[in-house]
């Protein structure tokens, strides 16, 4: 079946650097989401990409999806205490969605 | 709205007893899911329903059973809990399938322990 990865696991960044996590799937995707949980939260929904090789700014957050719809990134520019949380990606599997396993960022003042 | 409500928040179990949690929306949602997050695993789909009546096995189904008999509700049981079991579990919901312009809107989550 359809996986959806996420790389890395974990990152710690001092506040005012950057950040990226990397989504891949085994398959090709409709379509991928991505969702914010904030720590002892519940995922909100970020973003939804759509087309190959498209890219949505949201503020200091820029999502991209692979001209091959089989990976996706995040980016924030400029980390803030506010960015702490878990990333997840989500690719559509059937009636459902998918979710990688997430990254954790930790942002220290 | 409330959107999305889970009941209980949180719960301690032994093992071998059973016990449903109730997740309701009030989104005129056609879709309906069950997530267990556990450290370092993500969200995993445990059971799902793409209406009322319906409902179909997920990613990691065994141990848990389903209902949705009403739209707006869809119910999780464990018959005989097992420590494996423990977990913060989420319940979701969406206008359509969740892959196109219909991203899903979660609970607040159920702690479950089981000693």
């Known amino acids: 079946g359809q996986q959806v990865m996420q790389i890395p696991q974990y990152q710690h960044v001092q506040e005012g650097e950057d950040f990226t996590t990397y989504c891949n799937s085994s398959t090709t995707l409709s379509n991928i989401q991505w969702y914010k949980q904030r720590p002892g939260g519940h995922p909100v929904f970020l973003i939804q990409?759509?087309?190959?090789?498209e890219v949505k700014k949201q503020k200091r957050l820029t999502f991209q999806f692979g001209e091959a719809k089989k990976n996706s990134s995040l980016h924030i520019t400029a980390t803030q205490t506010t960015d702490v949380g878990t990333y997840f990606c989500a690719g559509l599997a059937g009636y459902a969605l998918n979710f990688g396993k997430g990254t954790s960022l930790l942002v220290t003042p | 709205n409330a959107g999305v409500t889970q009941t209980p928040k949180f719960r301690v179990l032994k093992t071998g007893q059973s016990m449903t949690l109730l997740c309701a929306q009030d989104?005129?949602?056609?879709?309906m899911y069950w997530y267990r997050q556990d450290p370092g695993m993500g969200l995993r789909l445990i059971h799902y329903?793409?209406?009322?009546?319906?409902?179909a096995k997920g990613e990691v189904p065994d141990g848990y059973n389903v209902s949705r008999l009403k739209k707006q509700n869809f119910l999780l049981g464990l018959e005989s809990a097992a420590p494996s079991q423990t977990s913060v579990y989420f319940c979701?919901?969406?206008?359509?399938?969740?892959?196109?312009?219909?991203?899903?809107?979660f609970g607040n989550g159920t702690r479950l322990t089981v000693t």
């Open positions: 979701a919901s969406s206008y359509g399938t969740g892959g196109y312009n219909s991203p899903l809107h």
């Open positions: 989104m005129n949602h056609e879709y």
């Open positions: 990409l759509v087309k190959s090789g």
């Open positions: 329903s793409v209406g009322e009546g319906t409902t």
